[in-house]
């Protein structure tokens, strides 16, 4: 079975830190992996998309890792922001569907 | 530009009721995705549609639930005789490609079930 797994499960840090989030998968016959964020009563946002021959990806502050052959990812956040805070997903494409972890939600404190 | 858009964005039905949950893809898109998302979870595949035709509905949960996309473009999910477990987001997206790669997640229909 397709199992996406998400480490912590919930995150608390103070403003300015810098943190990583992580992401495993069983089944490593991926087409790509994303990260989405997600805000109370929203829709998800993309974040970032690695496709299953690249190494990571990068957008603004934030850096994305994968290695298809340990079946992970890592999300890194630089210089956490309040406005950072939501729950942070990790799907991972196989075929016609993506199979979603169950998140990380992250606090960042002012 | 428009994106996805859902209907109603909270419904709240009485056990054993029927309920239809729309979903309006951005203009174009070929492909259509129906997730259920229940509290404190990721969102989980229930089907998949390419322009009108349903190619993958392994997801359903059970034969109460049934989704069509007659033309091509709007989206209906069906859940007959709901039961309190059906409780859940209902998070529709799509995507301009034949396949699930750039999907577009609309705001979802919150669904409780008393």
């Known amino acids: 079975k397709q199992e996406v797994t998400q480490i912590p499960a919930a995150l608390s840090v103070p403003e300015g830190e810098n943190l990583v989030l992580n992401c495993s998968f069983t089944d490593s016959a991926i087409y790509n992996l994303q990260w989405f964020r997600q805000d109370p009563g929203k829709g998800l946002t993309s974040l970032l998309l690695?496709?299953?021959?690249?190494r990571e990806q990068t957008s603004g502050r934030l850096n994305a890792s994968l290695d298809k052959s340990s079946g992970r990812s890592t999300l890194y956040i630089a210089a956490s922001q309040p406005g950072d805070s939501a729950t942070y997903l990790c799907?991972?494409?196989?075929?016609?569907?993506?199979?979603f972890g169950a998140g990380t939600i992250l606090r960042v404190k002012s | 530009g428009a994106g996805v858009s859902q209907s109603p964005r909270y419904k709240v039905a009485k056990r054993g009721q029927d309920v239809a949950l729309r979903c309006d893809p951005i203009s174009g898109h070929v492909s259509l995705f129906w997730y259920q998302q229940a509290l404190g979870q990721g969102p989980e595949f229930l089907t998949y549609f390419q322009n009108e035709a349903q190619l993958d509905k392994s997801g359903l949960p059970s034969d109460r639930f049934f989704a069509e996309r007659p033309e091509g473009s709007v989206s209906t999910l069906k859940i007959q005789r709901t039961q309190q477990e059906d409780s859940a987001v209902y998070l529709c997206?799509?995507?301009?490609?034949?396949?699930?790669?750039?999907?577009?997640f609309g705001p979802g229909t919150r669904l409780t079930v008393t």
């Open positions: 690695i496709q299953s021959s690249q």
């Open positions: 997206a799509s995507s301009p490609r034949e396949y699930s790669y750039e999907q577009y």
């Open positions: 799907a991972v494409e196989y075929g016609n569907k993506l199979v």
